[in-house]
């Protein structure tokens, strides 16, 4: 029996040995993958047999030699593996389908795929290479084309006998701008880096000329752009890229020398026609974004460390500027005068017909002649005279005719026609050469085939208006009308230009009035909301700003801005400044205000001069607009003006003013605090809570209070992020000295300027003095919200979720708890360890949303960011063979005591029994 029982404990003790092996086995994490980087791919090769010609290099990027087991090489479709290779420390291996064009590599660093073909074989346009270890780890992945769905991995599908390289080969970020496209491909060494900058500075280089209207259609193939290397130095342009309002696209590798103008254009078909001489032109053949906008766009030049370089804006779109350039009219382009300069502004940019290849040298002013005025318009031919001539009479008969009310010739190239300004027909630009002969007439049909002279302006049957636009913008002439009739033509009266009906159209010829309706009366007018009193100089001093050679006290000026999208008549309007005392009303002349302009009205000191001769008080005053039939349309009063300071409104859709040191007459105000007296109280600008803030347009100076929920270096080097009590959070940037002083948990009072970079809103400090900590420290606790709400809303804000792990690359992963995926990024300054992870983990962390948006989808990029180590709480979970290796060796114990207990149990018992009746 005791025989029996060390048995049974020898038994146990080596099923629970077993078991433990096994849970251990189960439970325990598998190495780190080898630390191996994809460093190049030739995926199209020259020639037709693509797949034996195709190639990936690998690179072992740490200091140890490394033997890899079972190393596997998928693309989009399939897997191929590799049994055993060595490779020695930093050292490059090219894994191949044949020796084919590797003529100069060492065939001991060659390792050949016997089949032939690297997984299905590699897609030039668009595919991806994933390895993973021996336990299904990814070590490396490369995407190009749109291979990837975050596309922000993308990089650009290259071009044939072009291979993509990683730059630098030892680096990884898992953004499609790790690699490059090279026209010459390195199989088996590092790419040597020229000597020549890859990261650039602001104004370093320069757009001198955008194209984004051409005559030709489709316009994305025909649009093209300039660059100017304005410094001494060469630039290497790798992994520089486009972005305009919707999209992004990358930049091929382009070696830009010192001083030199380069033109970037959509298509080579964009070149037909120019001749650009020794210019060199990159085709990118794509569109250039994702087209440019006509009526309004963007263009921002960004290198590969995300700095923008330039950035422009026109019509519509005020990202960039505020007023923003007038868009040019068709086959015009915006050319920057001069070529070498940038102030940031629209006023660096004007329009005239494109130069590609050569610096804008624009010709003496031009004053255009109000000698050209609108004559006559038929808006509703009937079906019974063919105006046109054209064999049909139908809608296509209607007309505008111009006239020309002076004895000499005039040239209209260039001059617009149009009914609704940025609506209606589109405008109508007289591009080829047209001389309209002293006291001539020149008649615009509508027209529908293509060899006809037209318009293409279609009017309206009930009402609608026709503006007469000079080369430079400016309205010359229009007219409105309304109850059309059938072949009635509205016509001027040649004795005193009024306008009036006529049943007698003549087109090309003195008008006929056949005077059987009454002289049409203007129908009554409405006046504008959108101008706005935008500055005031009330106090000047020592500067000459009407620059009449003298400083004095009628340097006083009085700044209007049109916010809306069309050019208004400001003919008539009103300004003054008490109402019904101090000085005499100022009545505007004859004045036409640009959409989005500015216009500034000086006081001047004759009475012969054009001046508003309004005398400002500096104690106290107000500023009143009104409108020709005497509505104020706006009006500001003011009190205590420092000398040479200006009164400016923050933002135009508020009624915040602001003093301001540093005055702006016809452009968009900058708030600049200057210095006070000990008798001044300090002059700020007006608190707002952070989602307040972030309302305002980009480019106005915000104050804003909150706490530091990550402190400068942790996220970027010249960036911190601060969130106030309302839960919202935005970021700060200035340099890294001033923001050095500030820690976690603080208390801050921040002024500066709302900027926007990658999609995501930012503060920009300028001084120290402009960012103190004002209160005790405290812990902001994180808002727990879904994955699927990462978006916008949250931006800037300290946030936690929860969900499954779905996807993982290098240090960036994926979780989802059913609502939708939220994209999870550890920065290396961070310092944080990335937890062993496998798919469907459960993962709970908290972090920072922030937003790099690369794509045409107005909501990607949007990610999480962890600060520290504790912001990730991992609930690892095990599945697979080994857990149930495990479970079945555990289970077998434990059933084996029950059953050994149970055994022994039955053994005493029928002996005691036994015993008893003996």
Request: aromatic letters at 8%; charged letters at 20%; glycine letters at 6%.
């Amino acid at each position: 029996m005791k025989t029996k029982f060390v048995l049974h404990c020898a038994l146990f003790v080596c099923g629970l040995l077993l078991s433990c092996i096994f849970y251990q086995l189960a439970y325990s994490s598998p190495p780190e993958p080898p630390a191996l980087l994809i460093t190049e791919v030739l995926p199209n090769p020259v020639g037709t047999e693509d797949d034996r010609r195709e190639w990936l290099e690998i690179y072992n990027n740490s200091d140890t030699e490394i033997t890899v087991t079972d190393l596997t090489i998928s693309d989009n479709y399939t897997s191929d593996t590799i049994a055993t290779m060595v490779l020695p420390a930093r050292s490059f291996h090219v894994i191949a389908t044949s020796y084919d064009g590797l003529p100069g590599v060492a065939t001991e660093t060659i390792t050949i795929i016997s089949d032939g073909r690297i997984g299905n074989g590699l897609a030039n346009s668009k595919d991806m290479l994933h390895l993973h270890d021996e336990y299904g780890q990814e070590i490396d992945a490369v995407y190009w084309g749109a291979a990837s769905p975050d596309p922000s991995q993308n990089s650009p599908a290259p071009a044939e006998g072009h291979s993509l390289q990683r730059v630098p080969h030892d680096i990884d970020t898992n953004l499609g701008t790790d690699f490059v496209e090279l026209a010459e491909p390195t199989p088996g060494t590092a790419y040597e880096e020229p000597t020549t900058d890859t990261i650039g500075n602001a104004h370093d280089i320069l757009f001198t000329e955008v194209y984004p209207d051409p005559q030709a259609t489709p316009e994305s193939d025909y649009e093209w752009f300039e660059l100017l290397n304005t410094t001494n130095v060469n630039y290497a342009l790798r992994g520089w890229y486009i972005t305009d309002n919707t999209s992004s696209v990358i930049l091929p590798e382009i070696h830009f020398s010192a001083g030199e103008t380069i033109i970037v254009a959509a298509s080579a078909a964009a070149m037909t026609g120019y001749d650009t001489g020794a210019t060199q032109v990159v085709i990118l053949d794509a569109a250039i974004g994702g087209g440019l906008g006509n009526s309004g766009d963007r263009l921002l030049l960004t290198d590969s460390a995300g700095t923008v370089i330039d950035a422009l804006s026109w019509g519509s779109d005020t990202t960039i500027f505020n007023p923003s350039s007038l868009p040019p009219a068709t086959d015009l382009s915006l050319q920057r005068y001069p070529h070498d300069q940038d102030t940031d502004c629209a006023d660096d940019f004007l329009i005239a017909l494109t130069t590609p290849g050569q610096a804008h040298i624009p010709a003496p002013p031009v004053i255009y002649s109000d000698a050209i005025q609108i004559n006559e318009i038929l808006p509703a031919p009937g079906s019974t005279h063919d105006w046109n001539a054209d064999g049909t009479a139908d809608g296509y008969d209607e007309f505008i005719e111009l006239s020309n009310t002076s004895g000499v010739n005039i040239d209209l190239t260039g001059w617009t026609l149009d009914d609704i300004p940025d609506g209606g027909s589109k405008p109508f630009v007289i591009s080829a050469t047209a001389v309209l002969p002293g006291n001539g007439y020149a008649v615009f049909f509508r027209q529908h085939t293509e060899e006809s002279y037209t318009s293409s302006i279609t009017l309206n049957n009930d009402e609608d208006c026709v503006y007469l636009y000079a080369p430079d913008a400016v309205i010359k002439d229009s007219y409105c009308f309304d109850e059309v009739e059938t072949d009635v033509a509205y016509a001027r009266d040649p004795s005193d230009a009024s306008w009036s009906t006529t049943d007698q159209p003549t087109p090309g010829q003195v008008n006929t009035l056949s005077h059987t309706d009454e002289t049409l009366e203007d129908p009554e007018e409405t006046f504008s909301d959108e101008i706005k009193l935008s500055e005031i100089m009330a106090a000047p001093a020592e500067q000459d700003w009407d620059g009449n050679g003298t400083a004095d006290g009628y340097d006083e000026w009085i700044e209007l801005y049109n916010q809306s999208s069309q050019a208004i008549d400001l003919t008539g309007w009103i300004l003054d400044d008490t109402v019904d005392t101090g000085s005499a009303p100022h009545i505007l002349s004859t004045f036409n205000l640009a959409p989005h302009a500015y216009a500034v009205f000086y006081r001047q000191d004759a009475a012969e001069q054009e001046g508003t001769h309004l005398t400002l008080n500096n104690d106290e005053d107000c500023v009143n607009l009104s409108s020709p039939d005497g509505e104020v349309k706006d009006m500001i009063c003011y009190e205590d003006m420092k000398k040479s300071h200006s009164y400016a409104r923050l933002g135009f859709d508020a009624t915040i003013w602001q003093q301001t040191a540093l005055p702006t007459p016809g452009s968009a105000n900058k708030i600049v605090l200057g210095e006070v007296s000990d008798e001044d109280e300090p002059a700020v600008l007006p608190l707002q809570s952070i989602a307040d803030a972030k309302k305002n347009f980009v480019g106005t100076s915000i104050h804003i209070q909150g706490y530091i929920t990550a402190p400068v270096h942790l996220l970027a080097d010249k960036r911190l992020y601060v969130q106030d009590s309302s839960g919202s959070g935005i970021a700060v940037e200035s340099s890294a000295e001033i923001l050095a002083q500030i820690t976690a948990g603080q208390f801050v009072d921040i002024s500066g300027v709302l900027s926007e970079k990658y999609g995501e809103l930012y503060v920009r400090v300028n001084s120290a003095d402009s960012i103190s900590i004002t209160g005790d420290s405290s812990r902001i606790l994180p808002q727990t919200v879904r994955t699927g709400s990462v978006a916008e809303a949250m931006e800037g804000s300290l946030v936690r979720i929860s969900g499954q792990l779905v996807k993982q690359s290098g240090q960036t992963f994926y979780l989802d708890d059913g609502s939708g995926a939220a994209k999870v990024i550890i920065k290396d300054t961070t310092g944080i360890e990335k937890p062993k992870l496998k798919k469907n983990d459960a993962v709970t962390l908290i972090g920072i949303v922030s937003q790099y948006r690369t794509s045409a989808s107005p909501d990607a990029g949007y990610r999480v960011l962890p600060r520290f180590q504790s912001d990730i709480y991992t609930g690892l979970t095990v599945s697979g063979p080994k857990r149930l290796l495990a479970t079945f060796f555990m289970t077998f114990a434990i059933l084996w005591i029950v059953k050994y207990l149970f055994t022994r149990l039955a053994e005493r018992i029928p002996k005691r029994s036994h015993d008893q009746y003996r």
